[in-house]
């Protein structure tokens, strides 16, 4: 059996019950080391889980996975992932190739940042489509993601950001030169992100439109969802640029229109309670 386990968003203890049963009784566990992080390392969840993990990164999933698959038809294999196992399509494909195998799974599913960005307030039925927002380079500079963003707001939906992480990059050169040689983890803050957006808001004008979003936009700040210093905040896209919440992980919602209850809610947690006054409106139904 291929078990894979959603390890919920704080530290080793966030395993279900089921989950953590499941652990134990695999010959091989290994942990998903590329979509996610939780805030304490591999060494503790092997302390609490009582197993040696296994690090799988986005080349082992993605082009080893057989070895993961291995052995697995006649012994129980564990694949932990952080939040909930479907958070990242590359956990549909190792079903679909253990399937083919004719491998049975089962799934144990847990929180992920989907629904516990729900703790700002804002409800989740007025969610639209999720985006991700990645680093911009010198060369490389999408826009993509924004025009997600408006479509949902035009709609009236809130848009939950998930920022860009990179875990084991290889510099170009690198690459060019196929050496095994790795950038240092980077992780996206929320001011990173804001800063990303205003500067398309700049570009959009400079092209003749009127962005949906300005810097006046209403936005929520997340940083460590789940964790013991979770930290919310509120206020304009510009507010949110400025803030520093700390270490990873971060995310970013743009708000869309506001039902009252979900503007209450955001004033707890708002940087300066005047950025509220003209720029929500809230829903009239």
């Known amino acids: 059996m291929l078990y894979l386990v959603g390890l919920g968003l704080g530290d080793?203890?966030?395993?279900?019950?089921?989950?953590?049963?499941?652990?134990?009784?695999?010959?091989?566990?290994?942990?998903?080391?590329?979509?996610?992080?939780?805030?304490?390392?591999?060494e503790a969840l092997e302390e609490f889980y009582g197993k040696e993990l296994i690090?799988?990164?986005?080349?082992?999933?993605?082009?080893?996975?057989?070895?993961?698959?291995?052995?697995?038809?006649?012994?129980?294999?564990?694949?932990?992932?952080?939040?909930?196992p479907f958070g990242a399509t590359t956990h549909s494909d190792?079903?679909?190739?253990?399937?083919?195998?004719?491998?049975?799974?089962?799934?144990i599913h847990n929180?992920?940042?989907?629904?516990?960005?729900?703790?700002?307030?804002?409800?989740?039925?007025?969610?639209?489509?999720?985006?991700s927002i990645v680093f911009w380079t010198d060369t490389w500079k999408p826009e993509s993601f924004f025009d997600k963003i408006e479509k949902n707001r035009q709609n009236g939906m809130h848009t939950l950001c998930l920022l860009d992480i990179k875990v084991k990059e290889q510099s170009l050169e690198n690459l060019?030169?196929?050496?095994?040689?790795?950038?240092?983890?980077?992780?996206?803050?929320?001011?990173?992100?804001?800063?990303?957006?205003?500067?398309?808001?700049?570009?959009?004008?400079?092209?003749?439109?009127?962005?949906?979003?300005?810097?006046?936009?209403?936005?929520?700040?997340?940083?460590r969802v789940g964790a013991p210093d979770q930290k919310i905040t509120s206020g304009t896209l510009y507010q949110m640029s400025t803030v520093e919440l700390g270490g990873p992980l971060h995310s970013l919602i743009v708000t869309g229109t506001m039902h009252p209850l979900e503007l209450e809610m955001l004033k707890l947690f708002s940087v300066d309670s005047s950025s509220f006054e003209n720029n929500a409106f809230p829903r009239t139904t």
Do not use: W
């Open 111 to 131: 929180a992920s940042i989907m629904n516990a960005v729900g703790c700002c307030g804002l409800q989740l039925y007025h969610f639209g489509e999720t985006v």
């Open 12 to 42: 080793a203890k966030d395993i279900t019950v089921k989950g953590l049963e499941a652990v134990r009784r695999c010959r091989r566990v290994y942990l998903e080391a590329y979509t996610s992080i939780l805030t304490v390392g591999k």
């Open 94 to 107: 190792l079903i679909l190739r253990a399937v083919k195998l004719g491998i049975p799974y089962k799934v």
């Open 176 to 223: 060019m030169k196929g050496r095994k040689i790795y950038e240092p983890p980077r992780y996206m803050s929320v001011n990173q992100a804001a800063e990303q957006l205003l500067a398309i808001v700049q570009n959009r004008r400079l092209q003749g439109e009127e962005p949906e979003i300005t810097e006046d936009t209403i936005c929520v700040g997340l940083a």
């Open 55 to 84: 690090l799988a990164d986005r080349e082992t999933v993605e082009q080893e996975a057989d070895s993961i698959l291995k052995e697995a038809d006649v012994c129980d294999v564990a694949f932990l992932v952080v939040g909930d």
